[in-house]
């Protein structure tokens, strides 16, 4: 075999998503989730998407199944005092040496209508920035609960507009 | 499934360096000791269950959002992070 190396091209990749439409990604902005996400354990490829208008909300997108997209958010927006304590395993698996690297999403559920808003801050989705991989880890101290409802008077996200 | 009787202190071992014992059993509780490498999570399969219900609920009953305008999200700069102890 004379197969020639291809050169890695960061190339744009255009998809058309159920929920959003049209959008483009790059390669190098695809996060791995080599364990999958608890009830979605065979999507392993996400991107992590944002909305006009919506900027509070980051979509996990996946790759695998184009249907499937979880809404998240920075759970500091609103509660200001979580502090989770990142299990060993995490910060092990993630290889998470230094804070700047990594970023936490906590998965949100609005019911239908938007008569309940809740954030699930026992198990953070936890994503390595450097490289590019995340997983969903639940916490084993603080007594943090799956469904913590979100005050109807979220007060507004204080770094969301820092750049 | 496998099956398997243990008495009190007897172990099972899955895979060379996962080890759970049995170190008390009364009436309708069991209680379990479990050695594993700090890497691999335990967890009561009760709270891994919620996770994956909230989960497919946060991806099944959220409403659709008003479609246009999607892009990739600048993960970066997002502010506080957590503290880890690694």
């Known amino acids: ?163 | 499934m496998l099956v398997l009787s243990r008495k009190l202190n007897q172990a099972i071992m899955i895979g060379d360096d996962v080890r759970i014992v049995v170190v008390a059993v009364d009436r309708d509780t069991v209680k379990l000791g479990i050695e594993a490498p700090r890497t691999i999570p335990v967890h009561r399969s009760e709270v891994y269950d919620e996770i994956q219900r909230t989960n497919r609920a946060a991806a099944g009953e959220t409403e659709q959002p008003a479609g246009e305008g999607a892009k990739v999200a600048d993960l970066g700069g997002k502010g506080r992070k957590p503290t880890s102890k690694p």
């Not at chain 1, 058309?16 to 959008?23: I, Q, S």
């Not at chain 1, 065979?42 to 909300?57: D, M, N, S, Y």
Request: proline share 9%.
């Open chain 1, 1 to 163: 075999m004379t197969e020639t190396i291809v050169e890695f091209a960061d190339r744009e990749i255009a998809l058309d998503l159920p929920r959003f439409g049209a959008c483009t990604y790059r390669e190098s902005e695809v996060i791995a989730f080599p364990w999958g996400l608890p009830g979605f354990a065979t999507l392993h490829r996400f991107i992590a998407l944002t909305l006009e208008g919506q900027e509070k909300f980051v979509w996990l997108q996946s790759l695998d199944d184009p249907a499937i997209a979880l809404p998240t958010a920075d759970p500091w927006q609103i509660f200001d005092d979580y502090s989770p304590q990142l299990p060993p395993y995490a910060v092990s698996s993630l290889d998470l040496a230094r804070p700047e690297d990594f970023v936490t999403l906590c998965v949100v559920v609005v019911t239908a209508g938007a008569e309940e808003m809740t954030m699930n801050l026992l198990a953070p989705v936890v994503i390595n920035l450097v490289t590019r991989t995340g997983r969903q880890v639940t916490l084993e101290t603080g007594g943090y609960s799956v469904r913590t409802p979100i005050p109807r008077k979220a007060p507004p996200a204080a770094g969301a507009q820092a750049s």
